[in-house]
């Protein structure tokens, strides 16, 4: 009886700590799934891959409620090299969902130097031109370089979740003297061809680079047609309707580093109207790429942009994307521009809101306005009168020991400045506005309605969460100020 009493008790204490043991995993399970994409220079809506090195927007496209993004993703390792496109979805803009790697490198896929799958745009195949559809879902298609190995094509006929490289590639060849890369394919109503702007010399000199214009009836068969020099990477060709003309439209060639001419394309040729003017004046704005297909009951052009030489020390991943932007086009007296503000699908992550309206600051005497702040994922909207001020801006992820990050505002000099980049920017009306989207690991500013655009990655003090408002000289007016901590797009409950 003791034996069997003894031997009872050993099963019941197995059977016990088996119990414990599955509790402890699942707990684990648990912590781990709340833990997720929070690190300490982890972006909270900013969009990041899970691990690894990832650069420029591919493919960006909009289907049947879903926008997808593909990026160029090395799955070996956070250096640049040995490029996948990767691939994830959302309904929002906001919340993304990874998906399996899209497009695999071609031939000689073991050698990291040739036939990679570099960067590209995605359509989709409204008439079955590839005739690669089945049933009602539309094809996807994909135009991307692969390196050494020419312009090429994969599709999708399944919403694109799995991808096939299509049977008749290159659809233009590989020529080793014109470099040529990162097609971008655009539908022309007016002549009823889809357009390719490739990135490519014209000969061997480097002055030749520029952008090329192809045309197409079927997707297939390009035609060479015109150039434009004094480009470089990363094209996009966009039809805009001036926001303050609406019955008038014009065409907006973007360079990879987001600056751009407005002008006239009449399916062949683009003439430029402008100068070429900058579309940021951060240093980690690249490889601008525009959403192609959105619906035309919401209209928008929707632009988003890797945030190139960015540092995230210790992190898993490297690299990340700039908050999608809302583009406009505007005829101001001084002639036309683009405008970038942040997608109003920022409001879905708003958590707690500060306001404050009328204020009216005197240095010296009206202590921090925003002392009651503190987090380090903000959104911030503010209308200033500059009135007697030398200069007004904000401390951005102060601490007790730590500064903080400058942003400054200075009204003599006319300049915007923050984490070493300065911009010009004019009040009007004797005011600023200033829109500031804060993430663990970036900074962008859209100042006076996006004319003027900074956009910085910065690695700020652990712990260091602390804003602060400050101005020096003279009195500032505070018309209104609105400051809304972010939730975080990828924390579950």
Known sequence: MRNADVKHRKMKTTGNSALILLFLLLLASFKSDKNYYDELYRPQF????????????????????????????????????????????????????????????????????????????????????????????????????????????????????????????PIIPYDETDDARDPKVVWHEPTGKYVMALYRKTSEEEKSKGVSFYVSENLVDWEWKSHVYGYYECPDLVPMKVSNRPEETKWVLFDGDGSYMVGNFDGEEFSPESAKMRGDFGKNYYATQTWSNIPEEDGRIIQIAWMRGGEFPDMPFNGQMTFPAELELTKFNFGYKVTRRPVKEIELLHGKAYQWEKENLIPGIN???????????????????????????????????????????????????????????????????????????????????????????????????????????????????????VESAWQTD
């Open 46 to 169: 900013h969009f990041t891959p899970e691990k690894n090195w990832h650069n420029d927007p591919n493919g960006l496209v909009y289907y049947d409620g879903e926008y997808h993004l593909f990026y160029q993703y090395n799955p070996k390792g956070k250096e640049w090299g040995y490029m996948h496109w990767g691939h994830a979805v959302s309904t929002d803009l906001v919340h993304w969902e990874h998906l399996p790697i899209a497009l695999y490198p071609d031939e000689n896929s073991e050698d990291k130097e040739r036939c990679t799958a570099f960067s590209g745009s995605a359509i989709v195949d409204k008439n079955n031109l590839l005739g690669k559809q089945t049933g009602d879902v539309k094809t996807l298609v994909a135009f991307y370089t692969s390196q050494h190995c020419g312009q090429r094509i994969a599709y999708s006929t399944d919403r694109g979740r799995t991808w096939e490289k299509y049977e008749g590639n």
């Open 367 to 485: 202590k921090n306005l925003v002392k009651r702040v503190s987090g380090d994922c903000l959104h911030i909207y503010g209308e200033f009168d500059i009135k007697t001020c030398n200069n007004f801006g904000f401390m951005i992820r102060a601490g007790r020991n730590d500064p903080g990050t400058e942003l400054l505002y200075n009204v003599k000099r006319g300049t915007l400045s923050v984490l070493g980049s300065t911009a010009p920017l004019a009040p009007i009306d004797n005011k600023i506005t200033l829109e500031i989207l804060i993430d663990r690991a970036s900074v962008e500013v859209y100042a006076n309605g996006g004319q003027t655009v900074i956009s910085n990655c910065f690695t700020p003090g652990e712990k260091s969460d602390d804003l602060i408002f400050f101005n020096n000289g003279g009195e500032v007016g505070v018309d209104k100020l609105s400051i809304y901590e």
